[in-house]
């Protein structure tokens, strides 16, 4: 890869990288396919070596020497085809103090088998880095007037903003945020994210075992129906096999973990942990994760919805919006150092959609609306949450779809902002 300077769009892990490369001796570079991995490492390598390449497969695998002499620091992209590398490059940063020797970038997680093929986590030497597909921040579709370091600050000013309209929504979350997608036309941004899900359906779901294309298909149906959603691993079950044949049917909570299981390693799925810190009434707060596809698009792949579909299902649309939201706040959050999470009281029933926490310990507290009409409720549900919390929210927000401002409530301190007015 001949890496362009001004082809690149700035990624917000690049100055992460930059500062990893400074103090460990390798960097991590991990995500799901297609976000981006290997082009945003490539600004910062001065050599490059690919380990699908045939040839330099095959002289990797007789001598890691082979591959690994060239200019630091030095990129090996896809080393997980030759997971022993890990550890010689773990050893090659251990003889000596020199920083930034190399970058790794892989599609997926250690599988389980590899414990018998890497002795050494790399802890010290091998920093990670996790990267998702572009943000609405990262791709210049956010005007960047609301930002998460300014609510947190007090110092967001209001200001009028200019929103795109909900089928321009719409498009943002069929097309997600892979790079590739971004100047496809219109009518064609379904492709990419139809043409990732046959990737993975038809190779990557099978490592040491072999997993059934059709039933893998209804976990990610089930997951997509659920996008957004607290939702358990028996409902998953019960939702699976009341959609499926009997021949696609799962057979048991263990196959369904086991397919779960796959997907994480692979960054399909994502899910969003329960904050649970400060309530008032700790033993009524819900432990359960919320589900995510790593993009939104995917969601919408698996289910075969266009932009004409979900404006004609406001309430599929709804739910894809706060899927879009929620990934560009962790997104944010996680530059910022600091984690997402979401809230539920389960006797109450009392929810909010999103909990970002800074890396001090303070927090933010966000619910997610696709219409400004929906403001008065999400007030009420941020002032409710908020009455029950010993240590208060350092801010609390609304996003929208349509809002044509950024603007703090005088009485509540709330702030109210369309998402494609947000940066870090």
């Given at each position: 890869?001949?890496?362009?300077?001004?082809?690149?769009m700035?990624?917000?892990?690049?100055?992460t990288?930059?500062?990893?490369?400074?103090?460990f001796?390798?960097?991590?570079?991990?995500?799901p396919?297609?976000?981006?991995?290997?082009?945003?490492?490539?600004?910062?390598?001065n050599?490059?070596?690919?380990?699908?390449?045939?040839?330099?497969?095959?002289?990797?695998?007789?001598?890691f020497d082979?591959?690994?002499?060239?200019?630091?620091?030095?990129?090996?992209?896809?080393?997980?085809?030759?997971?022993?590398?890990?550890?010689?490059?773990?050893r090659k940063?251990?003889?000596?103090?020199?920083k930034?020797?190399?970058?790794?970038?892989?599609s997926?997680?250690?599988?389980d088998?590899?414990?018998?093929?890497?002795?050494?986590?790399?802890?010290?030497?091998i920093?990670?880095?996790?990267m998702y597909?572009?943000?609405?921040?990262?791709?210049?579709?956010?005007?960047?007037?609301?930002?998460?370091t300014?609510?947190?600050?007090?110092?967001?000013?209001?200001?009028?903003?200019?929103?795109?309209?909900?089928?321009?929504?719409?498009?943002?979350?069929?097309?997600?945020?892979w790079?590739?997608n971004?100047?496809?036309?219109?009518?064609?941004?379904?492709?990419?994210?139809?043409?990732?899900?046959?990737?993975?359906?038809?190779?990557?779901?099978?490592d040491?075992?072999k997993r059934?294309?059709?039933?893998?298909?209804?976990?990610?149906?089930?997951?997509?129906?659920n996008?957004?959603t607290?939702?358990s691993?028996?409902?998953l079950?019960?939702?699976i096999?009341?959609?499926?044949?009997?021949n696609?049917?799962?057979?048991s909570?263990?196959?369904?973990s086991?397919?779960?299981?796959?997907l994480?390693?692979?960054?399909?799925?994502?899910?969003?942990?329960?904050y649970?810190?400060?309530y008032?009434?700790?033993?009524?707060?819900g432990?359960?994760?919320?589900r995510?596809?790593?993009?939104p698009?995917l969601?919408?792949?698996?289910?075969?919805?266009?932009?004409d579909?979900?404006?004609?299902?406001l309430?599929?649309?709804?739910?894809?919006?706060e899927?879009?939201v929620?990934?560009?706040?962790?997104?944010?959050?996680?530059?910022?150092?600091?984690?997402?999470?979401?809230?539920r009281?389960?006797?109450?029933?009392?929810?909010?959609?999103?909990?970002?926490?800074?890396?001090?310990?303070?927090?933010?507290?966000?619910?997610i609306?696709?219409?400004?009409?929906?403001?008065?409720?999400?007030?009420?549900?941020?002032?409710?949450f908020?009455?029950?919390?010993?240590?208060?929210?350092?801010?609390?927000?609304?996003?929208?779809?349509?809002?044509?401002?950024?603007?703090?409530?005088?009485?509540?301190?709330?702030?109210?902002?369309?998402?494609?007015?947000?940066?870090?």
């Open positions: 890869m001949n890496f362009n300077e001004n082809e690149y700035p990624r917000l892990v690049d100055n990288l930059k500062n990893y490369l400074r103090v001796g390798a960097v991590s570079v991990e995500g396919k297609w976000c981006g991995k290997t082009w945003s490492s490539s600004k910062f390598a050599s490059v070596i690919y380990l699908d390449d045939k040839e330099t497969f095959e002289k990797a695998s007789l001598n082979l591959v690994l002499n060239e200019k630091a620091p030095e990129l090996i992209d896809e080393w997980i085809k030759i997971p022993e590398i890990w550890d010689k490059v773990r940063c251990d003889e000596n103090s020199k930034g020797k190399y970058i790794l970038t892989c997926t997680k250690l599988m088998n590899m414990n018998q093929r890497i002795f050494h986590s790399g802890a010290g030497r920093a990670r880095l996790k597909p572009m943000s609405l921040f990262e791709s210049n579709i956010s005007t960047k007037e609301a930002s998460l300014d609510m947190y600050n007090g110092t967001q000013k209001s200001k009028s903003v200019k929103v795109p309209s909900l089928e321009e929504i719409a498009t943002l979350i069929v097309r997600g945020g790079p590739n971004l100047t496809v036309d219109k009518k064609l941004i379904s492709l990419i994210p139809t043409s990732y899900l046959e990737s993975i359906l038809s190779k990557d779901i099978n040491d075992k059934d294309r059709n039933k893998m298909m209804m976990v990610l149906r089930s997951l997509a129906r996008e957004t607290i939702v691993n028996q409902t079950l019960k939702d096999n009341d959609f499926s044949t009997s696609d049917t799962l057979e909570r263990r196959t369904l086991d397919y779960l299981d796959v994480k390693r692979l960054y399909i799925i994502e899910d969003q942990e329960a649970s810190i400060n008032r009434s700790p033993s009524r707060v432990k359960s994760v919320k995510h596809f790593t993009d698009s969601a919408c792949a698996v289910l075969n919805l266009n932009v579909k979900l404006m004609n299902d309430n599929m649309f709804g739910l894809m919006f899927a879009l929620e990934r560009d706040l962790r997104i944010y959050i996680e530059y910022l150092g600091g984690k997402l999470y979401h809230f009281d389960n006797v109450s029933g009392l929810e909010v959609d999103a909990i970002i926490e800074f890396p001090d310990g303070e927090y933010g507290a966000i619910e609306k696709l219409g400004n009409n929906k403001e008065k409720e999400a007030r009420d549900t941020l002032l409710k908020s009455e029950n919390m010993k240590k208060k929210p350092k801010f609390m927000a609304i996003i929208t779809g349509n809002s044509t401002y950024v603007v703090k409530d005088e009485k509540t301190g709330i702030y109210t902002l369309p998402i494609t007015a947000l940066k870090p």
